[in-house]
């Protein structure tokens, strides 16, 4: 009896103390436990998506990959898959399984090493979300409560889901969603039962039985998994032996991406780090819509891509990259030797490394890096004459042996009939811009030949001089002056004495033609140097200047000097697109957006961009407008608070010039396209602009840039609704783009010469105009009220009363038109020499 009652008080003792010790150190760890809302709020990382206008995944940021999963959408073997693996009894206990606790002690005793664990799934939670990963007594503590906690807030199947959406399972994959994806390339419901073994072996040593690199180790795993998942009978017998015996099957796959638009997507990661913080943009799933088309940013990247393809052909072809072998002293390697020599060649775009393994007359065989075996014909290698100077070439070559040798490692392009062309990598570079112009929506953005290469998006980074470029926004002033596109000028050289310099001023036409007394219409078409120097000092140096401000650049890169005339100012492809869309849309400075939407993980909207449209006020209904008494201009930030609005209203972009000086410049590069007088009576003349007119639209303006010395080539043109500049130069602002000669076996229709805005960065635009403008019906810019259609005569600008080639209808603003007639001012010059010669005598 004695004994009984203390045994029964060594009981009561040691449960009273068992109790105090379990309240202390719930005390203990009560701050590390989360509270209701944090369990309920649970944030995973999941990486920032950025899509295209359309919806195509151009780019994920985040370190770690994540598609969360709800429970439904997982597939039931794979539960039970994990469940057989990490926690049969799951459904069954409460957050901890005492018996794993007594094993794991038993081991700890017997031992003193921390062997085995006790975790189970919610205890994995724990220790996943809110502890460290370090084997401590504290820790098993903490987790063993905060396990307990959880199951007392959350349900068997919340617990199981947040777990199989946390978990690690290597490849920077987390979640099983994510390793579907990277071992895989496939959706959840996609997986066989084998590739679900597999995933739910992972969790262990997500490292150590990776399928990617321990293929043996990781079959052996899953099918310990397979072998748990029949003992507690979740498959049979004949599943275990048809799906152990299957092959590992995994490989690496990256983020499926559906369009390729580096450039944006790295404008929108740094906006987006702006805007919300590293820690914050990478992973909380954002989702962000760009302002992109995805059929026309793939048409811009491969316009541009084949343009510095072609410039690059036609200067020459500059040798191998190196030689792997020397064909005349060393036997030729065999085809392994030859693929590991390839294999750490990292490819740039669309060019594929190969190695040239025979030499015909008119003809290569080559070996691709990716094993593949083919023949060059004599039409993909005859373009490739010896690069000499980007002014000089070699003669056409004759045979394939004068192009290439046996072990040379050359560039390969794959033309779209699925042969290769014999390439290299382009040393120009180039950018290209697309806008709407009625609201700024960046439509294509390409800030150079591939952005594995180069980061540099010139689009944006790159302050270029602009050549003639500049002349539409010149001769906008020249008209707010009182001139008219009827307006006659002097198209002769000039010699201007600088008493500073001690040198003469000579700025001159390119090509150094000279018509005499021009129109400023014909004058800007053909991009005629002389006048616009002559229009710069009739309106005055610093009134030009400040007039061009209003476009939207910035005083630092306007060059106060008459230099300015001919483009001496150094703008950005998005600055000069940006302020180029005045004469598209009516004469209104638009603000270029490049996100339209962004959604956090759950898909609600967070922000929409709310662009300013060019329109007037008095123009838009009152309740459709928003603030507009507020004067606060847009950032280029598509984040800038004053576009941000809580109910959708319509915005007025600033009204920079009238809409007939907008119209009357977009009429004038419409010239610039299309040219004017009559070729059937030998008058007829083209703009700087004329291939353009391959396009077969009557609805396009434009305007051809060239610097001096070729450096910097421009083309910039547009429709009521598109407006696209291109520039192509080198990196390098004091490099020229040369000159090239006619090559004998290429077309006759290839372009020769100088290289020039024209030659250089019109066919990319051409190209890229092609698609974007595809389907659309023409969009020319109509005329606004306020002007007047009148005849002139083509000489002297004056009216006339034929209706032949030697007139043609012109536009003026009301009040500018002339008032005399040619014959009329004929007679005025008359009379006035008559008067003159009386006095005289």
Same mark, same amino acid.
């Not at 040393?427 to 811009?433: M, P, W």
């Given at each position: 009896?004695?004994?009984?009652?203390?045994?029964?008080?060594?009981?009561?003792?040691?449960?009273?103390?068992?109790?105090?010790?379990?309240?202390? #150190?719930?005390?203990?760890?009560?701050?590390?436990?989360?509270?209701?809302?944090? #369990?309920?709020?649970?944030?995973?990382?999941?990486?920032?998506?950025?899509?295209?206008? !359309?919806?195509?995944? &151009?780019?994920?940021?985040?370190?770690?990959?994540?598609?969360?999963?709800?429970?439904?959408?997982?597939?039931?073997?794979?539960?039970?898959?994990?469940?057989?693996?990490?926690?049969?009894?799951?459904?069954?206990?409460?957050?901890?399984?005492?018996?794993?606790?007594? @094993?794991?002690?038993?081991?700890?005793?017997?031992?003193?090493?921390?062997?085995?664990?006790?975790?189970?799934?919610?205890?994995?939670?724990?220790?996943?979300?809110?502890?460290?990963?370090?084997?401590?007594?504290?820790?098993?503590?903490?987790?063993?409560?905060?396990?307990?906690?959880?199951?007392?807030?959350?349900?068997?199947?919340?617990?199981?889901?947040?777990?199989?959406?946390?978990?690690?399972?290597?490849?920077?994959?987390?979640?099983?969603?994510?390793?579907?994806?990277?071992?895989?390339?496939?959706?959840?419901?996609?997986?066989?039962?084998?590739?679900?073994?597999?995933?739910?072996?992972?969790?262990?040593?997500?490292?150590?039985?990776?399928?990617?690199?321990?293929?043996?180790?990781?079959? *052996?795993?899953?099918?310990?998994?397979?072998? @748990?998942?029949?003992?507690?009978?979740?498959?049979?017998?004949?599943?275990?032996?048809?799906?152990?015996?299957?092959?590992?099957?995994?490989?690496?796959?990256?983020?499926?991406?559906?369009?390729?638009?580096?450039?944006?997507?790295?404008?929108?990661?740094?906006?987006?780090?702006?805007?919300?913080?590293?820690?914050?943009?990478?992973?909380?799933?954002?989702?962000?819509?760009?302002?992109?088309?995805?059929?026309?940013?793939?048409?811009?990247?491969?316009?541009?891509?084949?343009?510095?393809?072609?410039?690059?052909?036609?200067?020459?072809?500059?040798?191998?990259?190196?030689?792997?072998?020397?064909?005349?002293?060393?036997?030729?390697?065999?085809?392994?030797?030859?693929?590991?020599?390839?294999?750490?060649?990292?490819?740039?775009?669309?060019?594929?490394?190969?190695?040239?393994?025979?030499?015909?007359?008119?003809?290569?065989?080559?070996?691709?890096?990716?094993?593949?075996? *083919?023949?060059?014909?004599?039409?993909?290698?005859?373009?490739?004459?010896?690069?000499?100077?980007?002014?000089?070439?070699?003669?056409?070559?004759?045979?394939?042996?004068?192009?290439?040798?046996?072990?040379?490692?050359?560039?390969? @392009?794959?033309?779209?009939?699925?042969?290769?062309?014999?390439?290299?990598?382009?040393?120009?570079?180039?950018?290209?811009?697309?806008?709407?112009?009625?609201?700024?929506?960046?439509?294509?953005?390409?800030?150079?030949?591939?952005?594995?290469?180069?980061?540099?998006?010139?689009?944006?980074?790159?302050?270029?001089?602009?050549?003639?470029?500049?002349?539409?926004?010149?001769?906008?002033?020249?008209?707010?002056?009182?001139?008219?596109?009827?307006?006659?000028?002097?198209?002769?050289?000039?010699?201007?004495?600088?008493?500073?310099?001690?040198?003469?001023?000579?700025?001159?036409?390119?090509?150094?033609?000279?018509?005499?007394?021009?129109?400023?219409?014909?004058?800007?078409?053909?991009?005629?140097?002389?006048?616009?120097?002559?229009?710069?000092?009739?309106?005055?140096?610093?009134?030009?200047?400040?007039?061009?401000?209003?476009?939207?650049?910035?005083?630092?890169?306007?060059?106060?000097?008459?230099?300015?005339? #001919?483009?001496?100012?150094?703008?950005?492809?998005?600055?000069?697109?940006?302020?180029?869309?005045?004469?598209?849309?009516?004469?209104?400075?638009?603000?270029?957006?490049?996100?339209?939407?962004?959604?956090?993980?759950?898909?609600?909207?967070?922000?929409?961009?709310?662009?300013?449209?060019?329109?007037?006020? /008095?123009?838009?209904?009152?309740?459709?407008?928003?603030?507009?008494?507020?004067?606060?201009?847009?950032?280029?930030?598509?984040? !800038?608070?004053?576009?941000?609005?809580?109910?959708?209203?319509?915005?007025?972009?600033?009204?920079?010039?009238?809409?007939?000086?907008?119209?009357?410049?977009?009429?004038?590069?419409?010239?610039?396209?299309?040219?004017?007088?009559?070729?059937?009576?030998?008058?007829?003349?083209?703009?700087?602009?004329?291939?353009?007119?391959? #396009?077969?639209?009557?609805?396009?303006?434009?305007?051809?840039?060239?610097?001096? /010395?070729?450096?910097?080539?421009?083309?910039?043109?547009?429709?009521?609704?598109?407006?696209?500049?291109?520039?192509?130069?080198?990196?390098?602002?004091?490099?020229?783009?040369?000159?090239?000669?006619?090559?004998?076996?290429?077309?006759?229709?290839?372009?020769?010469?100088?290289?020039?805005?024209?030659?250089?960065?019109?066919?990319?635009?051409?190209?890229?105009?092609?698609?974007?403008?595809?389907?659309?019906?023409?969009?020319?810019?109509?005329?606004?009220?306020?002007?007047?259609?009148?005849? &002139?005569?083509?000489?002297?600008?004056?009216?006339?009363?034929?209706?032949?080639?030697?007139?043609?209808?012109?536009?003026?603003?009301?009040?500018?038109?002339?008032?005399?007639?040619?014959?009329?001012?004929?007679? !005025?010059?008359?009379?006035?020499?008559?008067?003159?010669?009386?006095?005289?005598?």
């Amino acid at each position: 009896m004695i004994l009984f009652k203390r045994t029964l008080q060594f009981f009561i003792i040691c449960t009273f103390l068992g109790l105090i010790t379990l309240a202390s #150190l719930y005390y203990y760890v009560k701050s590390d436990i989360p509270s209701v809302q944090v #369990l309920k709020d649970v944030q995973l990382q999941t990486p920032m998506q950025v899509f295209s206008r !359309d919806g195509l995944l &151009i780019n994920q940021f985040g370190e770690k990959r994540r598609i969360p999963a709800s429970i439904d959408e997982i597939p039931q073997p794979l539960i039970d898959a994990i469940l057989a693996t990490e926690d049969t009894r799951f459904y069954e206990h409460i957050g901890i399984d005492p018996i794993g606790i007594v @094993r794991s002690a038993i081991v700890l005793i017997s031992t003193g090493e921390k062997k085995q664990g006790a975790s189970t799934i919610t205890m994995q939670l724990a220790r996943n979300f809110f502890l460290t990963r370090e084997k401590a007594y504290i820790r098993k503590v903490k987790e063993i409560f905060i396990a307990l906690h959880i199951e007392n807030l959350l349900s068997k199947d919340e617990i199981l889901a947040l777990y199989l959406n946390k978990i690690e399972l290597g490849n920077r994959a987390f979640g099983i969603g994510a390793a579907a994806q990277v071992y895989y390339g496939k959706e959840l419901n996609e997986l066989n039962l084998a590739q679900m073994a597999m995933i739910a072996g992972l969790p262990k040593a997500p490292s150590a039985l990776n399928p990617i690199r321990n293929p043996v180790r990781a079959k *052996a795993r899953r099918n310990v998994v397979l072998s @748990r998942m029949l003992d507690v009978g979740f498959i049979t017998q004949q599943e275990f032996n048809e799906t152990s015996k299957q092959p590992i099957t995994a490989r690496f796959h990256g983020a499926e991406i559906d369009l390729y638009a580096p450039y944006i997507s790295e404008m929108v990661r740094a906006e987006m780090v702006a805007r919300y913080g590293f820690e914050r943009a990478y992973n909380s799933g954002f989702k962000v819509y760009t302002s992109v088309e995805s059929d026309v940013q793939a048409a811009a990247q491969k316009a541009l891509v084949d343009n510095l393809h072609a410039y690059d052909m036609r200067h020459g072809y500059r040798g191998a990259e190196v030689h792997l072998w020397d064909h005349e002293t060393q036997s030729p390697l065999n085809q392994q030797a030859i693929l590991d020599k390839l294999a750490p060649i990292k490819e740039i775009g669309p060019l594929l490394a190969a190695a040239v393994l025979e030499v015909g007359e008119k003809s290569a065989d080559v070996l691709l890096k990716n094993g593949e075996q *083919a023949t060059l014909s004599w039409d993909n290698l005859k373009w490739a004459r010896k690069y000499i100077t980007r002014y000089r070439q070699g003669f056409a070559p004759k045979t394939a042996n004068e192009i290439l040798a046996p072990g040379a490692q050359i560039w390969l @392009r794959k033309n779209d009939d699925g042969s290769y062309l014999l390439s290299q990598l382009p040393e120009a570079a180039s950018a290209l811009v697309s806008l709407d112009p009625n609201d700024g929506r960046i439509k294509a953005i390409v800030g150079g030949y591939s952005f594995e290469q180069s980061q540099y998006n010139r689009a944006v980074q790159a302050k270029r001089q602009v050549g003639s470029n500049i002349k539409p926004f010149i001769y906008s002033a020249a008209l707010e002056r009182g001139y008219t596109l009827a307006s006659i000028l002097n198209d002769a050289p000039i010699n201007q004495w600088d008493k500073s310099l001690g040198v003469a001023w000579r700025p001159k036409n390119s090509p150094a033609v000279y018509n005499g007394p021009i129109r400023i219409r014909r004058a800007l078409a053909q991009s005629k140097n002389v006048i616009s120097v002559r229009l710069l000092r009739g309106v005055g140096l610093n009134r030009t200047a400040d007039h061009l401000l209003k476009f939207g650049f910035q005083n630092s890169d306007i060059n106060r000097s008459e230099s300015l005339a #001919l483009g001496s100012a150094s703008i950005t492809p998005l600055e000069l697109a940006r302020g180029m869309s005045a004469f598209a849309n009516g004469g209104h400075l638009i603000t270029p957006y490049f996100i339209s939407e962004i959604q956090d993980s759950a898909g609600n909207v967070l922000f929409k961009t709310q662009p300013q449209l060019a329109c007037d006020a /008095d123009e838009v209904p009152t309740d459709e407008l928003a603030s507009i008494n507020s004067p606060e201009q847009p950032s280029a930030s598509p984040f !800038d608070n004053s576009t941000q609005q809580a109910e959708p209203a319509i915005q007025c972009a600033p009204r920079i010039i009238s809409k007939q000086n907008a119209f009357l410049i977009a009429d004038a590069m419409h010239s610039a396209v299309w040219g004017g007088g009559s070729w059937a009576h030998k008058t007829g003349w083209s703009g700087t602009g004329w291939r353009a007119q391959a #396009l077969e639209r009557r609805d396009l303006s434009g305007k051809t840039g060239t610097t001096n /010395d070729s450096v910097d080539t421009w083309f910039s043109g547009f429709n009521r609704n598109v407006m696209t500049s291109v520039w192509v130069g080198f990196d390098n602002p004091g490099n020229p783009l040369g000159r090239s000669t006619y090559n004998s076996n290429l077309s006759k229709s290839q372009i020769t010469g100088a290289e020039s805005g024209a030659k250089t960065a019109q066919p990319a635009w051409v190209d890229f105009m092609r698609e974007a403008l595809k389907d659309q019906p023409e969009a020319p810019i109509e005329p606004p009220e306020g002007l007047v259609s009148i005849r &002139i005569d083509l000489a002297t600008g004056l009216l006339s009363q034929k209706n032949d080639y030697t007139s043609r209808f012109e536009y003026f603003e009301k009040g500018t038109a002339p008032t005399k007639y040619v014959m009329q001012h004929v007679e !005025d010059v008359f009379e006035e020499e008559t008067k003159t010669e009386e006095e005289l005598f």
